[in-house]
T-cell receptor, first 115, second 110 residues
Framework: DQQVKQNSPSLSVQEGRISILNCDYT??????FLWYKKYPAEGPTFLIS?????DKNEDGRFTVFLNKSAKHLSLHIVPSQPGDSAVYFC??????????????FGKGTKLSVIP | DAGVTQSPTHLIKTRGQHVTLRCSPI?????VSWYQQVLGQGPQFIFQ???????GRGNFPDRFSARQFPNYSSELNVNALLLGDSALYLC?????????FGSGTRLTVV
């Protein structure tokens, strides 16, 4: 049973336009959400995160929105650049005490930004 | 500062063999986690170690084991390799919050 779902395997966007990547989750115990970017042959690179007590977090061109009632989050990239082309993973975490936490990942969305 | 380092970067093993993967966390980080990423999927949690103790274990068979050393580096061991163990194995270290991943070890089982 997938607890974190990214239903769009791929997305193509023109350079300069907005990219919107979506993520849904089912586990109401998740209290922290992260987005990672991954290039081939590299490990995931942290992009932006949001705590469940917020509904928006912004960092430069990247904004993450969280809708707790819908168990939905989205990553907005504005403006999109060719260097943003990568696989984006949504991840969620529930802290379980004593320094213990783990990330549950979605399957990823491959973003292609077309020049 | 060095990031998370993993070795080896690539590895080819035969079914039934044993493999050991190594990870050095970022200096000062006391927690190390291991993830398996098969093609087309997101990383899947295997283990977390904090202060040399196992703090979490994912849904993996007992063929998978790990340990953390006094210097906080870690090893992931997999026994009796199966073709399905072919994957990218990622190590992540974490401090107060947030994970930093290494570039991974690509394991191919033939």
């Amino acid at each position: 049973d997938q607890q974190v779902k990214q239903n769009s395997p791929s997305l193509s966007v023109q350079e300069g336009r907005i990219s919107i990547l979506n993520c849904d989750y089912t586990n109401s115990m998740f209290d922290y959400f992260l987005w990672y970017k991954k290039y081939p042959a590299e490990g995931p690179t942290f992009l932006i995160s949001i705590s469940s007590i917020k509904d928006k977090n912004e960092d430069g061109r990247f904004t993450v929105f969280l809708n707790k009632s819908a168990k939905h989050l989205s990553l907005h990239i504005v403006p999109s650049q060719p260097g943003d082309s990568a696989v984006y993973f949504c991840a969620a975490s529930a802290y379980s005490g004593a320094g213990s936490y783990q990330l549950t990942f979605g399957k990823g969305t491959k973003l292609s930004v077309i020049p | 500062d060095a990031g998370v380092t993993q070795s080896p970067t690539h590895l080819i093993k035969t079914r039934g063999q044993h493999v050991t993967l190594r990870c050095s966390p970022i200096s000062g980080h006391k927690s190390v986690s291991w993830y398996q990423q098969v093609l087309g999927q997101g990383p899947q949690f295997i283990f977390q170690y904090y202060e040399k103790e196992e703090r979490g274990r994912g849904n993996f068979p007992d063929r998978f084991s790990a340990r953390q050393f006094p210097n906080y580096s870690s090893e992931l061991n997999v026994n009796a390799l199966l073709l399905g163990d072919s994957a990218l194995y990622l190590c992540a270290s974490s401090g107060l919050w947030g994970y930093t991943f290494g570039s991974g070890t690509r394991l191919t089982v033939v």
